[in-house]
């Protein structure tokens, strides 16, 4: 069956960066694009942008451009995202989820379990 | 502030029937189908509506999603005490190029 598994929580400091990844299983990743999407503690869901894991081409939202990377590694059937100088704001839980299209929709019926990304010093 | 809208909370008793909406523009609800998802505490979001009404294998009926102009709504029937949750509604927006949410909707059963 499809899965997506996110790696575990992080605690960073500020300035630093981390590393987030999403390993697919039950189906082969280049297959799927696969979006970001960050909610801050007690709020929304917010997306970040997403990965068209076939051409490699990368799109990022307003507020997600410059410290932000979507990567993948079809060898390990597995997405990234990077995120480098870290600050508070960062904080959040981070979702991988792979976007299935129809002849009229898209949506997302599988997302990862979510990593936690804790920015304090 | 979310591009699209929704209302804060709705509650209900076991076994009404509620509604959440989610209010766009032609950019993005107008000219694009929602999607719903729904949100336990410290989980991550599921897919109970995709192409503005369609549901996906496994979710029951007592959901429902309708859309009219640039407005979408999931109703639920017949409310039990497990859907109690948050509640996302989605849509791509083509003037932005962007996929944006509603602010999400907290459904308590009372």
């Known amino acids: 069956q499809v899965q997506l598994v996110q790696s575990e929580s992080e605690l960073k400091k500020p300035g630093a960066s981390v590393k987030v990844s999403c390993r697919a299983s039950?189906?082969?990743?280049?297959?799927?694009?696969i979006n970001w999407v960050r909610q801050a503690p007690g709020q929304g869901l917010e997306w970040m942008g997403w990965?068209?894991?076939?051409?490699?081409?990368?799109s990022y939202a307003q507020g997600f451009t410059g410290r932000f990377v979507f990567s993948f590694d079809t060898a390990v059937n597995t997405a990234y995202l990077h995120v480098t100088s870290l600050n508070a704001d960062d904080t959040g839980v981070y979702y991988c989820?792979?976007?299935?299209?129809?002849?009229?929709?898209?949506?997302?019926?599988?997302w990862g379990q979510g990593t936690l990304v804790t920015v304090s010093s | 502030q979310s591009v699209l809208t929704q209302p804060p909370s709705v509650s209900g008793a076991p076994g009404q029937r509620v509604s959440i909406s989610c209010s766009g523009s032609?950019?993005?609800?107008?000219?694009?189908?929602v999607s719903w998802y729904q949100q336990f505490p410290g989980t991550a979001p599921k897919v109970l509506i995709f192409?503005?009404?369609k549901r996906p294998s496994g979710v029951p009926d007592r959901f429902s999603g309708s859309k009219s102009g640039t407005s979408a709504s999931l109703a639920t029937s017949g409310l039990q005490s497990d859907d109690e949750a948050d509640y996302y509604c989605?849509?791509?927006?083509?003037?932005?190029?962007?996929?944006?949410f509603g602010g999400g909707t907290k459904l308590t059963v009372l």
């Open positions: 989820a792979r976007e299935d299209c129809t002849t009229t929709s898209c949506f997302w019926p599988f």
């Open positions: 039950g189906y082969t990743l280049s297959h799927y694009a």
């Open positions: 990965i068209n894991t076939n051409t490699g081409k990368p």
């Open positions: 032609e950019s993005n609800v107008g000219r694009n189908t």
């Open positions: 192409g503005d009404d």
């Open positions: 989605a849509a791509w927006d083509d003037s932005l190029n962007v996929w944006v």
